[in-house]
Nanobody, 126 residues
């Protein structure tokens, strides 16, 4: 059974950092594009970052550029989202997702991803 499990969320003060992890089980990440999405209450799910299967190309939402870094370790079948200088507007449930369609680059829409984790809560508050 293919499964993604996120971890690393929590409560942090503005300006703080968190590192989210996304571990795959039941399949390997090698040939998959990976996306990190977030969803705040009463808002649509939005992509904050994605990384292509090759690991060489990444994309970020304008709101997180320069603060968040997506990475992957295929040997561990794990992806990461390093989040620095967190702001209250970064609060939400963060999901990782995998796209195994052989696209040229990682996709930005939630419906283009086939496998999702259960989410991890990130709360930025003083």
């Amino acid at each position: 059974q293919s499964q993604l499990v996120e971890s690393g969320g929590g409560l942090v003060q503005p300006g703080g950092s968190l590192r989210l992890s996304c571990a795959a089980s039941g399949f390997v990440l090698d040939y998959s594009h990976i996306g990190w999405f977030r969803q705040a209450p009463e808002k649509e799910r939005e992509e904050v970052a994605c990384i292509a299967s090759s690991g060489g190309r990444t994309q970020y939402a304008d709101s997180v550029k320069g603060r968040f870094t997506i990475s992957r370790d295929n040997a561990k079948d794990t992806a990461y989202l390093q989040m620095n200088n967190l702001k209250p507007e970064d609060t939400g449930t963060y999901y990782c997702a995998v796209d195994r369609v052989p696209r040229i680059d990682c996709a930005s829409n939630p419906w283009e991803y086939q496998t999702w984790g259960q989410g991890t809560q990130v709360t930025v508050s003083s």
